[in-house]
Structures are given as structure tokens and as C-alpha cells.
T-cell receptor
Framework: DTGVSQDPRHKITKRGQNVTFRCDPI?????LYWYRQTLGQGPEFLTY????????KSRLLSDRFSAERPKGSFSTLEIQRTEQGDSAMYLC????????????FGQGTRLTVV | SQQGEEDPQALSIQEGENATMNCSYK?????LQWYRQNSGRGLVHLIL?????REKHSGRLRVTLDTSKKSSSLLITASRAADTASYFC??????????????FGKGTKLSVIP
């Protein structure tokens, strides 16, 4: 297993377009997190899955953002009608169930909205 | 939203010196974790300390936790130029209905000068 992988690594899109990012977690991990990080800031929580169930979604997340995790495996994060303020690094992390809660992060997808 | 607040925001030291970073948080936690991030990359887990632990060591890292003060510190001894990175604390807490949150602070940017 090579860890958490995210695709694409970079995405440039025009304002108003939709974008979708993919995250493949470590195979035995049932917990999956999405975060957004802007320059000089810490990762900001977006949403959390346990298996296929989306259990937590940040109140800061607008309706333009949606995430899925079909069959509890890979996850996708879609942003509709992108705005310049959506430009950021989008990070995915996974962790196993039980007491081992440390998260393993992917390299992130850097989104630039022009 | 971000729960942890690291202090200082930036720290510059000479190679061989010790580096101490502090983290304060607001709500009750299951555990507190420290992560490292090299510029433009994903986060790497360093160490986890549970809420019933007061101190933990891992190699050149020493973490303390004071739940009465809702604070933690990370000490890196005998620093090396390769330790240059941003360091984040993250609190793991139960947010209800079987859901957990892993919430990050804004980070301390450490520069180790050779």
C-alpha cells in the first residue's frame, strides 16, 4: 500500500466551472476526512466519513460543495460554480477505526480558480 | 473552524538548539496529535498523546499535555536543518452521533539555520 493518493495534484479552472477531486485512502482505513488549506493557515475541516456514511460536515461549507464515498472506498469532493475564493489546497486524510486515530494525509490537490 | 492555537507563529533557531512550540485548545479531547508539513506538501503525523497521558517521547520529540489548562507543548531537541517545516497540533474529539473531529490549529513555522 502506497498511502493516501489524491488526483489531480493540480487543477486550474475558470470561475463558474465545476471541479471534482478524488481521494483513495489507505485500504483498511474506514475513516476519511477532507480539509481545505490556504497559504499560511492550518487545515480547515470540511467533512468526515466513516465507511460510506458522511457523519460530519462543516457549517462553513456552502451548498456548492458535496462529497461522496460510495461503498466506503474512494471519495470524491465536488465544487460547483467555483469562485476565486475556492482557490486552496484540498487535503484528504484517512485513519483506521478504534483507538488508532492518527491520520495519514495525501499530497493534496491544489486548486486555482481564475 | 480551528480549535488549536499554536504559539509562536514563527520560530527561528540555530542548528543544535532546542525548539519548543505550544498549543492551546478550547474543548474536551480524546487525544492531541502533532503533525509536520513541509512547504506545499501533505501533513505527516509525528506523535499522539491521549487525554489521560501527561508526557510522551518519540526520538528527539517530547510532547506534554495539561488538560486542566487545555494546552500542549512540542519540544524538538538538537534541531537539524531538516526539521525546518510547519508544525500543527490537532485535537481529536467526539462530536456526537458516532462522529469524530480532527481539528487543526494554524501552525508554527520553524526555521532551523545551519
Amino acid at each position: 500500500d502506497t498511502g493516501v493518493s489524491q488526483d489531480p495534484r493540480h487543477k486550474i479552472t475558470k470561475r463558474g466551472q465545476n471541479v471534482t477531486f478524488r481521494c483513495d485512502p489507505i485500504s483498511e482505513h474506514n475513516r476519511l476526512y477532507w480539509y481545505r488549506q490556504t497559504l499560511g493557515q492550518g487545515p480547515e475541516f470540511l467533512t468526515y466519513f466513516q465507511n460510506e456514511a458522511q457523519l460530519e460536515k462543516s457549517r462553513l461549507l456552502s451548498d456548492r460543495f458535496s462529497a461522496e464515498r460510495p461503498k466506503g472506498s474512494f471519495s470524491t469532493l465536488e465544487i460547483q460554480r467555483t469562485e476565486q475564493g475556492d482557490s486552496a489546497m484540498y487535503l484528504c486524510a484517512s485513519s483506521s477505526a478504534g483507538g488508532r486515530t492518527e491520520a495519514f494525509f495525501g499530497q493534496g490537490t491544489r486548486l486555482t480558480v481564475v | 473552524s480551528q480549535q488549536g492555537e499554536e504559539d509562536p507563529q514563527a520560530l527561528s533557531i540555530q542548528e543544535g538548539e532546542n525548539a519548543t512550540m505550544n498549543c492551546s485548545y478550547k474543548t474536551s479531547i480524546n487525544n492531541l496529535q502533532w503533525y509536520r508539513q513541509n512547504s506545499g506538501r501533505g501533513l505527516v503525523h509525528l506523535i499522539l498523546i491521549r487525554s489521560n497521558e501527561r508526557e510522551k517521547h518519540s526520538g528527539r520529540l517530547r510532547v506534554t499535555l495539561d488538560t486542566s489548562k487545555k494546552s500542549s507543548s512540542l519540544l524538538i531537541t538538537a534541531s537539524r536543518a531538516a526539521d525546518t517545516a510547519s508544525y500543527f497540533c490537532a485535537t481529536h474529539s467526539y462530536s456526537g452521533a458516532g462522529s469524530y473531529q480532527l481539528t487543526f490549529g494554524k501552525g508554527t513555522k520553524l526555521s532551523v539555520i545551519p
